[in-house]
């Protein structure tokens, strides 16, 4: 789903791509920040078969809106990308340029950009796995499932926080 998203970003939003995609993205932590909490209660009071069902018919019940308002293109609800009047007049190109042929284009493995998304992959799994524990930790020490979901919204609050600030930069 969320390759789809950002193809949908890029398609609606030429203007703030980076700040569309920031805010759109750390609405996932957003939600989880409250959700944590929410559904833990849910699963004590009621369980987790009440839990699980409330949470299905909530998916179930946003699939619709999704039909109904979401398009991949500007056009196809009749309008224009967001900054898209703003764009200059593209130059006609009148020399033709050539490319190697791709058995000719060597790939730097020492480029910073290449070793940032390296790094940025190898660490996102890291980032992200640690949050899942929390509960069963808070269990294991004597404390309540309801600080560990407290404890997993907390992480999420910190990944919003991230989010926004990479789609901000």
């Given at each position: 789903?969320?390759?789809?998203?950002?193809?949908?970003?890029?398609?609606?939003?030429?203007?703030?791509?980076?700040?569309?995609?920031?805010?759109?993205?750390?609405?996932?932590?957003?939600?989880?920040?409250?959700?944590?909490?929410?559904v833990n209660w849910v699963?004590?009071?009621?369980?987790?078969?009440?839990?699980?069902?409330?949470?299905?018919?909530?998916?179930?019940?946003?699939?619709?809106?999704?039909?109904?308002?979401?398009?991949?293109?500007?056009?196809?609800?009749?309008?224009?990308?967001?900054?898209?009047?703003?764009?200059?007049?593209?130059?006609?190109?009148?020399?033709?340029?050539?490319?190697?042929?791709?058995?000719?284009?060597?790939?730097?493995?020492?480029?910073?950009?290449?070793?940032?998304?390296?790094?940025?992959?190898?660490?996102?799994?890291?980032?992200?796995?640690?949050?899942?524990?929390?509960?069963?930790?808070?269990?294991?020490?004597?404390f309540s499932a309801a600080?560990?979901?407290?404890?997993?919204?907390?992480?999420?609050?910190?990944?919003?926080?991230?989010?926004?600030?990479i789609g901000w930069l």
């Amino acid at each position: 789903t969320f390759m789809a998203i950002t193809v949908i970003i890029n398609n609606w939003f030429i203007k703030n791509n980076g700040l569309v995609m920031g805010i759109t993205m750390s609405t996932s932590s957003l939600v989880g920040i409250v959700a944590n909490p929410a559904v833990n209660w849910v699963i004590e009071h009621f369980g987790w078969r009440i839990a699980y069902a409330g949470m299905g018919v909530l998916i179930l019940c946003t699939i619709p809106l999704v039909w109904i308002f979401i398009r991949m293109y500007p056009d196809q609800k009749g309008t224009i990308a967001w900054g898209e009047e703003e764009l200059p007049e593209p130059e006609v190109q009148t020399t033709i340029t050539h490319h190697k042929p791709m058995e000719e284009q060597k790939i730097d493995l020492r480029h910073p950009a290449l070793l940032s998304i390296l790094a940025f992959v190898f660490v996102l799994p890291l980032a992200n796995s640690h949050s899942g524990y929390f509960q069963n930790v808070a269990l294991s020490y004597g404390f309540s499932a309801a600080l560990g979901a407290s404890m997993i919204s907390a992480s999420l609050a910190g990944e919003f926080i991230g989010k926004l600030g990479i789609g901000w930069l």
